[in-house]
């Protein structure tokens, strides 16, 4: 089951590659916690899925993307567009 991410912190800039954290709920068990983006780009290229909700319920899922200077960072699709989902996501 994917996990659900449903608040951030930012570090250093407003971009996808300055998401410095993500806290998340795993709907199936109710289980929550919060990641760096380091271990959630990890776990997400092990295979494990994670996505976002808009504001209307419309759900995103979340891939690796790499910067033009090799970082690392989580960024949401949905239907084969690169949308901006985590960075609406209220700040923690």
């Known amino acids: 089951m994917a996990i659900k991410f449903t608040h951030r912190r930012m570090s250093g800039g407003q971009q996808h590659e300055h998401i410095a954290r993500l806290w998340w709920i795993n709907p199936s068990t109710g289980k929550t916690g919060d990641n760096s983006r380091e271990d959630l780009v990890k776990w997400i290229e092990e295979g494990n899925k994670a996505y976002c909700e808009d ?5 995103a899922d979340v891939a690796v993307r790499t910067s033009v200077r090799g970082v690392k960072y989580l960024q949401t699709h949905a239907d084969k567009v690169w949308t901006n989902n985590l960075l ?3 700040l923690k």
């Open 88 to 90: 609406a996501l209220p």
């Open 55 to 59: 504001a209307a319920g419309h759900r």
